[in-house]
């Protein structure tokens, strides 16, 4: 199947000035040759690639499909590393229909889900967390979930670190008669332990490319009037959701999407928590309830300006074993809240004081949350992160893997259980980048891609 030429629309289908049929593999330029003709009379392949060319789309009966630009590019320098024609064309759905239908018909086949891009993986023009970085940019709400490789890098750099150690400990096992024996222990428990605190490294950051990438998914709860509303306009700042006097006020939940310096948040403003006779507002506060269950990250808003009531009890406690943030709000009205006592049991970053209506403290809880999402770093300078589930898993497994090495070398065991525990961390690290990963992981991965890319 890699050596079949493939086809596909690479641009979402609806109305739109452009839509654009890549054509990619061994007979891509036969296959573009044979429905579009050059406005010039010239084959496409008499200009020199990479050169935009206009002409028309031509049914098999000689009737016109289109107008369109057309482009060859020559492997390796094209996307899939292999020979590629793209067509653009007006972007109606029945052009592109027909044109897609043509190169059918001259030959190529339906392109399955990210086959462009497991082809360009196979062809060695981008690694495996390159290839889920293709991935993250298409699902991405936040600019800076779009890693460039910086990810490979760390883990080939590690791999050629552990990679070091097994040719010392094979150069110490092959000649024996060298008396280096400390010598060559407290090396691999130095070499082990630094890669190990690199993973450590990673993983302490093992959430934060799926936040980039969704959206933290946050819910703002409490017992009525307390100020979730009034929050959730000055994070947005517009006014959003309804804010009134009355308690019961919001009865459903509001959902938005915003970027609160460079974190996304999907952000669920809750109807307020309590006992009520209202049917409707009875729903919605199952709906908060269901919400705050369901929710990465929880802010509970309380009343500044009173002392905790048994409603805000029961929201706090129901909260207590989730990532939480306590907002005491209503600080413009003077506080009568214990804030130290709140302090005590969920921990002093964890409350903040803020007044939605004056907007005081709104920039301190922005830079908790990015603080949350990226660590005490404020930023991941250095653009490395894990991606996703996958690689969390090879990562953990690499790092116990590391841990067995390093307790190994200082319990002075024998030189090759060492060596079998740094060789599966430097497997588990190849699965990760894809130097060492199974055909049916791969298939897996590129499944999970939309078809075109």
């Known amino acids: 199947m890699a050596e079949d030429t493939i086809s596909a629309v690479i641009t979402a289908l609806g109305e739109g000035a452009v839509g654009i049929v890549r054509i990619s593999g061994e007979r891509a330029l036969a296959v573009g040759e044979r429905l579009f003709k050059a406005a010039s009379g010239k084959a496409l392949a008499a200009y020199a690639a990479n050169t935009m060319v206009y002409g028309h789309v031509y049914d098999e009966d000689g009737s016109l499909v289109d107008e369109v630009l057309a482009v060859y590019m020559r492997g390796p320098r094209s996307y899939t590393a292999e020979d590629v024609v793209e067509i653009q064309c007006h972007g109606g759905l029945q052009s592109l229909k027909k044109i897609l239908a043509l190169t059918y018909a001259a030959g190529a086949r339906p392109a399955e889900a990210g086959e462009f891009t497991k082809r360009a993986f196979l062809n060695g023009r981008i690694d495996l967390t ?67 605190a690199a993973i450590d490294k990673l993983l302490a950051h093992a959430h934060t490319g799926k936040i980039l990438r ?156 990015k603080n949350y999402v990226y660590g005490s770093e404020g930023t991941l300078s250095d653009g490395v992160y894990v991606q996703n589930a996958r690689q969390e898993r090879l990562l953990r497994e690499a790092r116990q893997s590391l841990a067995e090495a390093g307790e190994a070398a200082a319990a002075m065991l024998p030189y090759d259980c060492i060596e079998i525990d740094v060789r599966n961390a430097i497997d588990l690290l190849g699965e990760i980048t894809g130097d060492t990963v199974q055909d049916e992981i791969i298939n897996e991965i590129f499944s999970r891609f939309c078809i075109g890319k």
């Open 214 to 369: 969704e959206g933290l998914r946050t819910a703002i709860v409490g017992k009525p009037n307390v100020g979730k509303s009034s929050l959730l306009n000055a994070l947005l700042k517009e006014e959003r959701a309804i804010v009134s006097q009355y308690a019961g006020t919001t009865r459903d939940v509001i959902e938005e999407q915003l970027l609160l310096d460079g974190v996304p948040l999907v952000l669920a403003d809750t109807a307020g928590i309590r006992s009520t006779d209202d049917f409707v507002e009875k729903i919605g506060v199952e709906k908060s309830r269901q919400l705050l269950q369901d929710a990465e990250l929880v802010i509970c808003v309380v009343d500044g300006s009173e002392g905790l009531m048994a409603e805000d009890e029961a929201i706090l406690a129901a909260a207590s074993g989730k990532p939480c943030v306590i907002i005491v709000n209503k600080s413009d009205l003077g506080l009568s809240m214990d804030l130290e006592s709140l302090r005590e049991r969920f921990g002093k970053d964890k409350v903040m004081t803020l007044s939605a209506k004056t907007l005081s403290g709104v920039e301190d809880f922005s830079a908790w949350l």
């Open 130 to 196: 390159q290839a889920e970085a293709v991935m993250d940019i298409i699902r991405s709400r936040s600019e800076a979930s779009q890693q460039q490789g910086q990810l490979a890098r760390e883990l080939r750099k590690l791999r050629s670190a552990l990679v070091d150690v097994v040719v010392n400990l094979e150069a110490v096992i092959d000649y024996p008669e060298e008396d280096i024996e400390d010598v060559t222990y407290a090396r691999v428990e130095e070499s082990v332990a630094g890669c190990g």
